[in-house]
């Protein structure tokens, strides 16, 4: 299945997407696309639903805009430095373990809404990732067991502000999570539409020109290494993000000098089998 969310912000209902790309309304099944959906058997559920009333649902008119396919989430949880050419870009050391840091939650938008520039931002950064959702509890998981604890998979694409990250003192995250930081979507693939997590081209461009352009299959760490990883210093509820990291050409690391985003900049990004998402660079608020 592929899960959206539309609406206007705030007020999202769930809706699912067809193979021939037709939108509906879910709304009928009673229930938005958070902790309680995934962890109360929702999935199965869900598909039962669109079995017996997709053909019937009301269609989500074109245009309607679409917010992240999943409702806010306990916790989004980055991995940092997870590609080599990423990591050399800038200058750090290839990790010997997944690096964790977190994206708060407040960050989270729909896939094309806008990139809303932080006040005294000076290096807004993008970057193209696997977000992995997740579908049951996972606490002390093995790494065999990983991907029975998934529930899908989704684009997002994790905007930073490298001054506020790097040269503020203090962790990562506040770079990380200012509003609009997170645009996710713009849908959720459950697993069975994602055969291999790992062999997923990616892309991202600035005003038409490519920036990243790489594959989940140079990840240092794969997914069930790093759903098993994360579950040993927290329980991941459902529904939690897992953001799994960046291949090189990101701003930061752009020669002779880094080059950031400024205000009317349009990015676009992309996963197969994940669609696209689009989003316009605006001045502070």
């Not at 994790?158 to 790097?166: I, N």
């Not at 990562?172 to 997590?197: C, M, N, Q, R, V």
Request: glycine share 12%.
């Amino acid at each position: 299945m592929k899960m959206i969310r539309f609406g206007e912000p705030g007020r999202e209902k769930p809706g699912l997407q067809l193979e021939d790309g037709t939108r509906i309304d879910a709304s009928g099944f009673g229930s938005d696309y958070g902790e309680a959906f995934f962890g109360g058997d929702g999935l199965a559920r869900l598909r039962q639903w669109a079995a017996a009333n997709a053909a019937g649902a009301p269609r989500v008119p074109a245009g309607t805009r679409l917010g992240p396919p999943v409702a806010r989430p306990s916790k989004i949880v980055c991995i940092g430095l997870n590609y080599r050419d990423h990591a050399a870009e800038t200058g750090a050391k290839i990790p010997t373990e997944p690096v964790i840091f977190f994206k708060a939650t407040s960050s989270l938008v729909g896939p094309d809404d806008d990139l809303v520039t932080p006040r005294g931002a000076l290096k807004v950064d993008w970057e193209v990732e696997l977000a992995v959702v997740i579908g049951a509890r996972a606490s002390y998981v093995a790494e065999a067991d990983a991907l029975r604890h998934v529930a899908g998979y989704a684009l997002h694409n994790d905007y930073s502000e490298r001054s506020f990250q790097l040269e503020r003192a203090g962790q990562w995250s506040k770079g990380k999570s200012a509003d609009t930081f997170a645009p996710l979507g713009p849908f959720l693939a459950t697993t069975d539409e994602i055969p291999d997590a790992q062999a997923l081209g990616m892309w991202l461009t600035i005003n038409g020109e490519t920036r990243q352009k790489s594959s989940t299959a140079n990840m240092i760490f794969a997914v069930p290494t790093l759903v098993s990883y994360v579950s040993q210093f927290m329980s991941l509820l459902p529904g939690d993000v897992i953001s799994t990291g960046t291949p090189a050409g990101v701003g930061l690391g752009m020669k002779p000098e880094p080059q950031y985003l400024k205000t009317g900049d349009v990015v676009e990004l992309g996963i197969e089998r994940l669609g696209r998402s689009r989003q316009k660079v605006a001045p502070s608020r």
